[in-house]
């Protein structure tokens, strides 16, 4: 890919890490509920979403941690698993937005 | 005869500018000095841009050679072989002699030379040659439409796509993707499988309903690991699956691959063998198209039905081999004379259609009528027998018929009123009587379109 692609690139690449940021405030605020054990179904769906929206999209803006921890949490919230649980794969989702973000 | 050209806001050169020159692909020629430059004059009519290096001094390569499509060099040039070598390095050389020899061939292909054509020069083998070998610059890039939710994801994929030369259109709503795909016609279509409201599942099968996208090639892009799934995508409609998140150089080879394939797939469904034009299907497929969007644009279209006169003449003097000539001859006469735009088909046997678009009947007279004249000027054959052809016409525009039938039904007429009028002319509603096309009126066309000519 040349030089153009790449300076085009990087503005959509910081778009997304904007966004991604965004989506790191929703998170954080889910942690907070599945650490008072509360985790129901509108909650996990809103997690859900997040989850691959980043998972598809992180790779390809060459942030392959963000890809990997959010297909953990989609895994995750998809099967019947403790909040504590959901909440520790936030966490780890949380981080590396942070990283990228960085 | 109704004669109202008032009804036309645009005047015939407004309408239809004659094809920018820098638009055709040119032909470098390299030809003796002493040339009289015919072969010039023959490039050009074929259509192409003919760029002259026959100087008694050398070549001087004032133009670029790396814009130049082909070259053409006769035994003539000076240095031809060296000149030879020099050109094959840059595009295709095609060489003209009359030293056919083995030993003249090889030391041709040794110095990079595509093709030999022998003297006399035939001008339906020359015009084949540079249409098979200059023809794809009338390709134009592989379209993709791009379906995701994510318009980072989907902008992301278009830059790349884009910056590999492909053209790619982007939608991120699933529901107006139909309407995206008349508009657009994409060679392929790039889906998210989860999307809300519609899934991409969905969307392929409301795709796959109509027959026109059968094989149009759908690729999805889902973040979906589970195989069952992948398969259920792919038993829907769907031909390829790409797991995000997405590789760009990977997702770059594997849609220009699946075009491509796609690509040479429909040409062989929708082109006419014999010249490589739309065949009568398609053609009529894409006058429907034109038609309806000209009904919602308020724009016009003109159809130009074109006939080669005393057909069966040229075929029984000649035989077929020269008869096909003659119709690939003038399709690529056709296809070099028109803008990028017009669409040009084989409606049948010895009839072409050309719908030039955002064109009224009377620009798109002046137009037809210049191609008709360039071909007329066409030396068929070799030696004793050469002969030139010639073509009768008939223009009708979609402001004064609404309908595919009644379009094509006004612009047959008015070609018939053409062959009756004495053949080797183009006639609109609009054409007065005193402006009837043709350059001999005094002439019966027998004697115009089938008169062998001296060399």
Sequence with gaps: MNSMFELKFEGIRRRFVERAMDQCAALEGFVSAFDAGESDPVTRREVRRIAHSLSGAGGTFRFAG????????????????????????CRALIAEIKRAAA | MIVNSTTFAMT???????LNARERPAIGIFDSPDSDDSLVETVSR?????????????????????????????????DPLERAA??????PVLFIGADVSVEARLAAARAGVSAILGRPLEIGELAEWLNDLVGSHRETPISILIVDDDQFLAETYALALESAGMHAVVESDPSAVL???????????LMDVAMPDMSGIELAKMIRQSRRHLSLPIVFLSAEQEP??????????????????IDLDRLVALVRMRADRAIRLRSMMERDSLTGLLNHGRFTDRLDHELERCRRSGGEVSLALIDVDFFKGVNDAHGHVRGDQVLRTLAQTLSGGLRRIDIVGRFGGEEFGVLLLDTPPDAACV?????RHRFS???????????????????????SHQSAEEIVSAADGQMYRAKAAGRNRVLTRLSPPGQLRNDSPMQSAESVSLRPMAE
């Design chain 2, 86 to 91: 020099e050109m094959s390095a840059v595009c």
């Design chain 2, 377 to 399: 000027g066409i030396e068929f054959g070799a030696r004793a027998r050469t002969f030139c052809v010639t073509f009768s016409a008939g223009v009708s525009g979609s402001r």
């Design chain 2, 367 to 371: 137009v037809i009528d210049r191609i």
């Design chain 2, 46 to 78: 074929l259509g192409y841009r003919a760029v002259s290096y026959s100087t008694r001094s050398g070549p001087q390569l004032t133009t670029s050679p790396e814009g130049l499509a082909a070259v053409l060099i006769t035994g003539g040039a000076t």
């Design chain 2, 12 to 18: 015939s050169e407004e309408a239809a500018p004659p």
């Design chain 1, 66 to 89: 963000i890809s990997s921890s959010a297909g953990d949490l989609e895994d995750c919230v998809r099967r019947p698993r403790e909040p504590s649980a959901l909440a520790e794969a």
């Design chain 2, 179 to 189: 309407g995206q795909m008349t508009a657009t016609y994409p060679d392929l279509v």
């Design chain 2, 228 to 245: 069952g799934r992948q398969l259920e995508a792919r038993a829907l409609g769907g031909d390829d699956f790409i797991a995000k998140p």
